[in-house]
């Protein structure tokens, strides 16, 4: 955390140096820190995936403070379900807060750019966390590749399956860009594929429970079906639940997408071998970061690609991890 303290002041100084002729100038036109931080943070909605975020932005939050002599405080606020109006009223009542920063995971990006860009107006830094920020918005946003996330999974579900056989696709949220960015990587990959047949597609709204029922839906209709691919982190646990219960398991077969608790508990179980994980630690820590550099005056990337994890039964033989 002392090499990042170090990074940090050498980030804000040479940004600041490319805009000001002399080093001298740029220095003074730093701003000075702040003797206390207000992040908001917004995720989808409350769910075990986006507390892990949480944690790991809030544990980056106490870091920075001890290391920099401030106190950064994460204000996090999570809509009950996925619903548009829910987040935007949210993000509205943040603004009028007026933060030092807004950190959003959008339920539908361009939908609420409007709001987006009344934050930025008034001078408030805001940060993507999974959301792609749209072509020219010039927002950061922190997450991996979606669309290789969604590939990978897809590839390592054909070959369980044997390049043949019907599979069913379980859909997330479907304004999410994130899950839409899976989906459509799963819909193009196995369209390549003429033995396989998509031949069901629901939608959870990145909910267990809501994922559980389609499940069991899905595999009550189709009793030849061979496997089940999931686009968010709530389909692998209910998918994984409505297996089990159906006695399914190792018949139907899936991969998961990321490293929630419960997930791992379904891994240490035998209910699947493989996930997919989207590094939500990483994000947290790095949402928290590049709305510190932001306040320092330093001009983030566009992206900052986090990469991908694989979760494996050696890794949670012996209890869940802290995650990736």
Request: aromatic content about 6%; proline content about 5%.
């Amino acid at each position: 955390m002392r090499k990042f303290t170090r990074l940090c002041a050498a980030a804000a100084f040479a940004a600041a140096s490319v805009s000001a002729p002399f080093a001298a100038q740029a220095q003074q036109e730093l701003p000075k820190l702040k003797d206390e931080y207000r992040f908001v943070m917004i995720p989808v909605l409350a769910q075990a995936w986006f507390d892990i975020v949480h944690d790991a932005a809030a544990k980056s939050a106490d870091n920075l403070s001890q290391q920099l002599g401030t106190r950064i405080v994460i204000d996090y606020q999570a809509p009950a379900s996925a619903d548009l109006v829910e987040q935007n009223t949210l993000l509205e009542r943040a603004i009028a807060t007026n933060p030092d920063g807004i950190a959003i995971d959008a339920i539908d990006v361009n939908a609420s750019m409007p709001i987006i860009n009344e934050a930025r107006e008034r001078g408030i830094p805001i940060v993507l966390f999974v959301s792609t920020a749209p072509q020219g918005s010039q927002l950061t946003y922190i997450s991996n590749d979606f669309k290789v996330q969604g590939r990978i999974l897809g590839e390592e579900l054909i070959k369980r399956m044997g390049e043949t056989g019907k599979v069913a696709i379980m859909h997330g949220v479907p304004t999410n860009s994130a899950h839409a960015d899976r989906y459509d990587a799963l819909v193009e990959l196995f369209g390549t594929y003429p033995g396989i047949e998509v031949v069901d597609t629901a939608y959870d709204m990145d909910d267990v429970q809501k994922a559980q029922t389609e499940a069991s839906r899905i595999l009550a209709a189709h009793p030849d079906l061979n496997a089940i691919a999931v686009v968010d982190a709530a389909g692998p646990v209910g998918v994984g639940l409505a297996l089990r219960e159906a006695n399914r398991v190792g018949e139907v077969k899936y991969v998961g997408i990321d490293d929630v608790p419960q997930l791992q508990e379904l891994m240490r179980d035998g209910v699947l071998d493989l996930s997919i994980a989207t590094r939500p630690r990483m994000i947290g820590q790095w949402t928290t970061i590049t709305l510190l550099l932001q306040n320092l005056g330093v001009t983030t990337p566009s992206r900052i690609d986090t990469g991908i994890g694989y979760m494996t039964p050696d890794l949670v033989k012996n209890g869940n991890i802290d995650g990736f």
